[in-house]
Nanobody, 122 residues
Framework: QVQLVESGGGLVQAGGSLRLSCEASGTIFSINGMGWYRQAPGRERELVATITSGGSTNYADSVKGRFTISMDNAKNTVYLQMNSLKPEDTAVFYC????????????????WGQGTQVTVSA
């Protein structure tokens, strides 16, 4: 089993910054990639940013130039640096991880964290 624990959410004024962290622990041989998603009230969960273990990144258009995703492979941890925050960024932010649990095992499993609230006031 794998657990993902997010931290770093909170309340910030528009224009401010927050840094989210998400650490994966448990039965992990390797992680192919990790990502951040968010869900605002009344809306579907949407992609924010993803990163592969090799460092390739992908961002939603709405956060390009403001958010930066990074990953520490040794710590099984993904970060999301969020700058120039806007009220429309208010949401619960979730991380996920694509995990290979055992060496030689072909299946990759997707795990999700419990979410962390980010609130941006105008």
């Amino acid at each position: 089993q794998v657990q993902l624990v997010e931290s770093g959410g909170g309340l910030v004024q528009a224009g401010g910054s927050l840094r989210l962290s998400c650490e994966a622990s448990g039965t992990i041989f390797s992680i192919n990639g990790m990502g951040w998603y968010r869900q605002a009230p009344g809306r579907e969960r949407e992609l924010v940013a993803t990163i592969t273990s090799g460092g390739s990144t992908n961002y939603a258009d709405s956060v390009k130039g403001r958010f930066t995703i990074s990953m520490d492979n040794a710590k099984n941890t993904v970060y999301l640096q969020m700058n120039s925050l806007k009220p429309e960024d208010t949401a619960v932010f979730y991380c996920n991880a694509q995990v290979k649990p055992v060496r030689g095992y072909q299946n990759i499993y997707l795990y999700w964290g419990q979410g962390t609230q980010v609130t941006v006031s105008a």
